[in-house]
């Protein structure tokens, strides 16, 4: 029987020929894709000039009104452009056509006024009244007769020195928002996988072909196969619907990637692997346990419950990585799989915490896989109404001498 | 072509041996000590009535479920997965994927039993198209007729000429040109030497067709054996008898006989029930005095008066 492919091997092989070939597994795929690329590039192409920068035109006042705008608005992180117009009507006229965000238009030694086309943001109004007091502040001392050397050192920042206390409680250095998505992308690929595994071994269940498979196979070898070739298929679905997403992206340069997103979405990657592992075999062994096949989504419902449980926990600990809370959450197995990554990409796990939250998961992956795979053949061939786990737990149980 | 090749590579002829089974569901009682033996060369039904257990002990045989207690055997040693490839089973209902084309699902199926993918293609392309679906191999099984959906089953169950073909409920639901395409399937099967058990609930559709039964009921075997000599050994005697009397009497003729027992009566004659000690040319006599005798023979029991005698039920 050498050279002979394994049974898992051979089911698994099924599984992805005829996920390669279903329609519906296409177009889902080509939906993700689509879904993906206009993620990244409809706010390019939609969200004006698809760069950062703020433009402030100004009208009247001193001299050096603009440059102190700019500096004002590099003070509080904005990318300011200010440049001079000719009138407040011509002011008005360019923020009405959008080429610039905002226009200043100083009437008197006191009074501005700052023209918008909607609202005013905080950073930016915060930078336009302290370029206008910076300007005028200059202009005082100018007038008091302070050489412009000493004006410059006067109205410059100083120096400052940076002492941090507790190192460990340094702002983390990756991102809320890739941490977010990172949870989401793995919530939605964990449950449409997890449904597939279930639906699948629902389906041999219902259509009797596990009976004619049992006879040659194993039933672990039928739980492995179809788990791995369907985990497959998703991984490669995921890969497919990222990658363009990844390379539009830096293509077109629409999106500054903060420099946590490429091992971010690595981990999310080995995330994925651990967290199906961990519940394709759990939606396989309740698969099997259903009377028809449209009770799978019933069946499943607790396994949706936690994911969704490790969803929120992920959102939440994308923002406080460092609570105790979220520390805990992420060691936790059934939720480490979606929390544990928007840690990571919140830049506030080490290598350490995460190989131990990879270990305990895989261990646990182990355990349900075993546990799954007895569920599974005690539920597979108890065909007609559904099933309990707990009958098919007890008819699982091993055989008394 | 034929599907089955001949000659068994010199080894002892297959005899599958199910020793003493016995399953229970909870409370109830599936097989209780089931033990029969199965050889292979000859047509064997497993008879009767549903919910007999019948299915259950294909089960067994096939590893989908275990037994509480006993052991099956093949040539002599306990039935393992390996001898289970070698092995054909045709589930009751479906045991297809109902998206997947015909012709994907055998090859399938062949290499799941051993086979590399060129031979499984070769043997499913043989195969469809003896069994007259090979225009339907890129369908999808939910796409076919039900005759032509159990004819891609039984190609699923013959694919790797199997040594031994077990077939559950076969004949459900089939027309009759498909059940005679079956049983000339499963005889030729025989007669190249393989061993081929099929069940069924319809114990006299099959009559003809077996040459051996088993025929169980609540779990046990109650008859077992060659067709002919369970026929034989039935103390059961009747007549078959049509008289035309000259008087309208109809059958007041064979009231008259001691011993003598009416089944049924019709207008193409009645049978008559003979205790043992009643001779048959004695009627004879008594029929050709009430009138003319258009119809007279012994008629052997059917599998089904056999039954009820066996479990003793009126």
Wanted: charged share 20%.
């Amino acid at each position: 029987m050498s050279g002979r492919r394994s049974g898992a091997g051979l089911v698994a092989e099924r599984e992805i020929r005829e996920y390669a070939r279903s329609r519906s597994f296409r177009i889902t795929t080509i939906i993700l894709l689509i879904a993906s690329v206009a993620a990244v590039t409809l706010p390019a192409v939609f969200g004006g000039d698809g760069s950062d920068t703020t433009d402030v035109a100004v009208a009247g006042g001193p001299p050096g009104l603009t440059d102190a705008i700019a500096a004002a608005g590099t003070g509080v992180g904005l990318e300011l452009r200010a440049r001079g117009i000719g009138s407040p009507g011509a002011a008005e006229a360019a923020v009405a056509d959008e080429s610039v965000d905002a226009a200043v238009v100083v009437s008197g030694e006191s009074a501005a006024r700052v023209v918008v086309r909607s609202e005013l943001p905080d950073d930016l109004g915060a930078a336009i009244s302290q370029g206008l007091s910076l300007a005028r502040v200059r202009a005082a001392l100018g007038g008091a007769g302070v050489t412009p050397a000493r004006v410059d050192e006067l109205t410059s920042p100083p120096a400052v020195d940076v002492s941090v206390i507790d190192p460990d409680r340094s702002p983390p250095s990756g991102d809320t928002g890739i941490g977010v998505l990172v949870a989401v992308v793995l919530y939605v690929a964990l449950l449409l996988a997890g449904t597939m595994v279930a639906s699948g071994v629902a389906e041999e269940k219902t259509s009797r072909v596990s009976e004619v498979l049992l006879a040659s196979l194993r039933p672990i070898d039928l739980l492995v196969g179809k788990v791995a070739g369907i985990g497959l298929m998703s991984l490669a679905q995921l890969l497919v619907a990222a990658a363009p997403a990844l390379i539009a992206a830096l293509a077109i340069g629409a999106v500054d990637l903060p420099d946590a997103t490429a091992s971010a979405l690595g981990w999310g990657l080995v995330w994925f692997v651990a967290g199906y592992a961990l519940y394709a075999a759990a939606y396989g062994a309740l698969g099997a346990l259903v009377g028809r096949q449209q009770e799978v989504g019933q069946v499943t419902a607790p396994l949706a419950m936690l994911l969704l449980a490790g969803y929120l926990a992920g959102a939440y600990a994308a923002s406080e990585p460092d609570a105790t809370l979220a520390a805990t959450l992420s060691f936790l197995p059934p939720l480490s799989p979606l929390v544990m990554p928007a840690r990571i990409a919140a830049g506030a796990v080490g290598p350490g915490e995460i190989v131990l939250a990879l270990a305990l998961t895989l261990a646990s992956a182990a355990a349900i896989l075993a546990l799954g795979a007895r569920i599974y053949r005690a539920g597979i061939v108890q065909t007609g109404a559904r099933i309990s786990l707990r009958t098919a737990l007890r008819g699982a149980s091993p055989r008394g001498a | 072509m034929g599907a089955f090749s001949e000659g068994d590579d010199g080894k002892p002829p297959g005899v599958l041996e199910i020793d003493r089974l016995s399953k229970r569901y909870g409370e109830r009682v599936a097989l209780r000590d089931l033990t029969l033996s199965v050889p292979a060369g000859q047509v064997v039904g497993l008879l009767g009535p549903n919910g007999s257990g019948k299915t259950t002990a294909m089960r067994i045989v096939f590893g989908v479920i275990d037994a509480d207690s006993g052991e099956v055997r093949y040539r002599g040693a306990p039935i393992d997965a390996d001898v289970r490839r070698r092995f054909g089973y045709m589930p009751e209902e479906r045991g297809l994927y109902p998206d997947m084309r015909v012709h994907d699902q055998l090859v399938y199926f062949a290499r799941l039993s051993g086979l590399d993918r060129v031979t499984a293609a070769r043997r499913a392309d043989a195969l469809l198209e003896r069994l007259g679906i090979a225009d339907r191999s890129r369908d999808e099984v939910q796409k076919l007729s039900l005759g032509n959906q159990q004819r891609a089953q039984l190609a699923a169950a013959l694919v790797h000429e199997p040594e031994a073909l077990v077939l559950d409920e076969p004949f459900s639901g089939l027309d009759p040109l498909a059940v005679a395409g079956l049983s000339e399937i499963a005889e030729e099967a025989a007669r190249a030497g393989r061993l081929v058990l099929f069940s069924s609930h319809q114990l006299d559709l099959v009559e003809g067709l077996c040459e051996s039964v088993a025929v169980i009921d609540r779990g046990s075997l109650v008859m077992e054996g060659r067709v002919d000599d369970l026929k034989a050994a039935s103390p059961r005697r009747e007549l078959r008898v049509a008289v035309r009397t000259g008087n309208g009497d109809g059958d007041g003729w064979a009231r008259g006989i001691s011993g003598v027992r009416i089944v049924s009566a019709g207008a193409d004659g009645m049978r008559l029930s003979l205790d043992p000690e009643v001779e048959p040319l004695a009627v004879l006599d008594a029929a050709r005095r009430a009138g003319e005798v258009r119809d007279f023979g012994l008629e052997l029991p059917s599998l089904t008066e056999l039954f009820m005698d066996a479990v003793e039920r009126p």
